[in-house]
């Protein structure tokens, strides 16, 4: 699996250091509220789960699974909710995770569908953004690390539903890529 990766963007020690930062500021963000934080699957899975346990205070989990890639390195411009039932937000403060700003568009599909849902406060956070100018107008709240306007897998990032698992996030090479075409 490394044998794809042309090169490692940040390693595993760097997104280690990120998140004992990113996990006190949501905590000073929220200053005592109680929240649920929500993850936005598959991406932001293992983003999630090294940052939870970062946080000593009582919260709970729900997860949402939407998609909008499609197994090709350019977002379909679609966001689809896959799941039946959406978690129950109406009058909660909630914490929406994601593991990367892009076009925007989930972000921000996501965000009204829990505010429509009746979410008091919706905060975000992604691992990373995307220097790039949005589709739908929308920034995090909390950010791990703004990146270039390139393709990136690793702690949760996919291709093809591949490389989730590697523990830091890198480029792949352009023969992989173009090979599973
Ligand atoms: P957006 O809706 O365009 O902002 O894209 C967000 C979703 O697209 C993320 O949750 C990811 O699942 C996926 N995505 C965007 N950029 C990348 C990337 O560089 N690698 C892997 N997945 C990505
Ligand atoms: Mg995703």
Request: proline share 2%.
């Amino acid at each position: 699996m490394h044998d794809d990766v042309e090169k490692v963007l940040i390693d595993e020690e760097v997104i280690e250091r990120r998140l004992d930062v990113l996990s006190e500021r949501i905590l000073e963000e929220f200053s005592g509220r109680k929240f649920v934080v929500v993850v936005i699957l598959k991406g932001a899975l293992v983003f999630t789960a090294d940052l939870l346990r970062r946080m000593p205070i009582p919260l709970e989990i729900e997860c949402i699974n939407v998609a909008s890639y499609h197994g090709t390195t350019e977002s379909s411009g679609q966001v689809d909710f896959l799941d039946a039932k959406l978690p129950a937000v109406e009058g909660r403060s909630v914490l929406l995770v994601d593991d990367i700003l892009d076009t925007g568009r989930t972000l921000a599909a996501v965000g009204e569908k829990l505010r429509g849902q009746g979410a008091e406060v919706v905060k975000s956070c992604v691992l990373l953004s995307k220097d790039k100018e949005r589709d739908a107008e929308v920034e995090a709240d909390h950010v791990g690390f703004y990146i270039g306007d390139e393709f990136v897998v690793g702690y949760g990032l996919d291709f093809r539903g591949l490389y989730r698992n590697l523990p830091f996030i890198g480029v792949l090479k352009q023969g992989v890529i173009e090979d599973s075409r």
